[in-house]
């Protein structure tokens, strides 16, 4: 299989506002924007530019989502690569494989997204099966990460930071953390979901101590159920 196969074809378009993050957090990822916009400006004067982002934490609180605005933001292609589809049981074609997606995000000045950042940047101190293709495959990486280029950016989420390399953790100028949303947070991300629809369909039951992503699966889930028993209910029966 060709390795770009692997590559998710995602076309939804995010804005940055529609993402629910921390204030500290989405000023981070403003300042990111904001120094890619003037990239050529910044390098007049010698100022690198941050081009690694971390995104760490619960699954379904937005990391996904966060990489998509972030590219939309930039109005650059994004590159969705989820790395259980990568890893080869080879560790060479793994490192292989790698090296061409990173070739092809540093060529079209893309936002490369890596999502289950921690297969491949496992502590090479992890007692694994075959310990030295392991760490040869970090520093494969950590070579990777250091030689991309500041045009394109890099984005990693994983909900495992803790068990990541610390020389890679390094690599990173920006590390977000992503955490269960509270009820306040939840009821204001319902609040966004639902104001599209009319008011009878915003009539839903709200759950709690659930992610971003799993209260909009049970919003929508609640909303078509409803929609369809309307529908239903308009269709005259037949004598």
């Known amino acids: 299989m060709n390795v770009f196969d692997l590559i998710i074809n995602d076309k939804e378009t995010v804005k940055l506002d529609e993402v629910f993050l921390k204030e500290e957090s989405r000023a981070f990822i403003l300042?990111?924007?904001?120094?890619?916009?003037?990239?050529?400006?910044?390098?007049?004067?010698?100022?690198p530019v941050s081009n690694k982002l971390l995104l760490h934490g619960s699954s379904g609180c937005g990391k996904t989502t966060t990489a998509k605005a972030i590219a939309n933001?930039?109005?650059?292609?994004?590159l969705i690569l989820n790395l259980s589809n990568v890893i080869n049981s080879r560790i060479g074609e793994t490192s292989q494989n790698?090296?061409?997606?990173?070739?092809?995000?540093?060529?079209?000045?893309?936002?490369?997204?890596l999502d289950e950042f921690d297969l491949i940047g496992k502590s090479r101190d992890?007692?694994?099966q075959d310990v030295g293709e392991m760490r040869r495959l970090v520093n494969t990486i950590i070579q990777l990460i250091d030689y991309f280029p500041e045009k394109s950016l890099l984005i990693c989420a994983t909900n495992h930071a803790d068990i990541i390399d610390t020389a890679l953790l390094?690599?990173?100028?920006?590390?977000?953390?992503?955490?269960?949303?509270?009820?306040?947070?939840?009821?204001?991300?319902?609040?966004?979901l639902l104001a599209k629809f009319p008011?009878?369909?915003?009539?839903?039951?709200?759950?709690?101590?659930?992610?971003?992503?799993?209260?909009?699966?049970?919003?929508?889930?609640?909303?078509k159920k409803n929609l369809i028993a309307q529908l239903e209910a308009q269709v005259p029966v037949e004598n």
């Open 31 to 47: 300042q990111l924007i904001k120094e890619h916009k003037y990239i050529e400006e910044l390098h007049k004067y010698g100022l």
């Open 98 to 113: 790698m090296k061409q997606i990173f070739d092809k995000a540093a060529k079209e000045r893309a936002v490369l997204f």
């Open 126 to 128: 992890n007692q694994e």
């Open 199 to 223: 008011e009878d369909l915003q009539l839903i039951s709200r759950k709690y101590d659930v992610s971003f992503a799993e209260a909009k699966d049970d919003a929508y889930a609640q909303i």
């Open 73 to 78: 933001a930039l109005g650059r292609p994004i």
């Open 170 to 192: 390094r690599r990173f100028q920006f590390r977000i953390s992503y955490e269960m949303p509270n009820a306040a947070e939840l009821d204001n991300y319902y609040d966004s």
